[in-house]
């Protein structure tokens, strides 16, 4: 029996993500560098411990630049284009109805507490989250399973009655070796990498075309 959701932030709940690839793309434009997704995909819902898109240009191609200057110009653009950027499709309605239902609602995010309860606030929907997990909380954020485990414990659920709501493989992976359930909802961006194989996954184009009553009693 399903008895709690937790939801992703970065790219799930809100696509922070895609922003941020075109930020740092444009920007690596301008020193003569193309920036492949491939490359940056490495560090889409995790740390930026295997690939730190600010340090590349000098560690990987000995590009001379000030570092904070570059640095405010990707959020500067990043920040213009957030503007623009509304909440993804279905979550304002499945956040509704898992309220109704008394289901549990927590959040496990790779980013900081800061920035994933600021836009929680200006998206209107901080209210809904009983629990919220962040990398302020744990040693070890996505792919490792630390921020679900602690998301589970707070809720007061085992990972069989909890379904996670993800959007990129990293992420996907955290629940999964959490022992969860997952439903996979890509974004622009992460729609183009590749998933990992497995039958705890439930893909989706959009969280609104979910058969919730379908996805809940398969996972049982």
Not at 93 to 116: M, T
């Amino acid at each position: 029996m399903v008895k709690a959701i937790i939801f992703d932030f970065d790219g799930t709940i809100l696509d922070t993500e895609t922003a941020w690839y075109y930020a740092f793309r444009d920007a690596y434009k301008k020193h003569g560098v193309e920036l492949s997704l491939e490359l940056y995909s490495s560090c889409i819902g995790t740390s930026n411990d295997h690939f730190n898109p600010y340090d590349y240009l000098a560690t990987e191609h000995g590009i001379q630049f000030d570092k904070q200057t570059f640095k405010e110009a990707i959020h500067l653009e990043h920040t213009a284009m957030m503007e623009r950027e509304q909440i993804r499709p279905g979550i304002r309605e499945l956040l509704e109805r898992a309220k109704a239902e008394g289901l549990r609602i927590g959040l496990a995010s790779s980013s900081s507490y800061e920035w994933v309860d600021k836009y929680l606030n200006l998206l209107g929907i901080r209210d809904y989250f009983e629990c919220i997990r962040t990398s302020d909380h744990v040693a070890q954020v996505k792919p490792d399973p630390e921020l679900y485990l602690q998301a589970l414990e707070a809720l007061g659920v085992e990972a069989n009655e909890a379904i996670a709501i993800e959007d990129s493989p990293n992420g996907a992976r955290a629940a999964i070796a959490a022992g969860m359930h997952c439903v996979v909802v890509p974004n622009e961006l992460t729609k183009t990498l590749a998933f990992d194989a497995a039958p705890r996954y439930y893909h989706a184009d959009s969280l609104a075309e979910v058969d919730w009553n379908q996805f809940a009693a398969s996972s049982r």
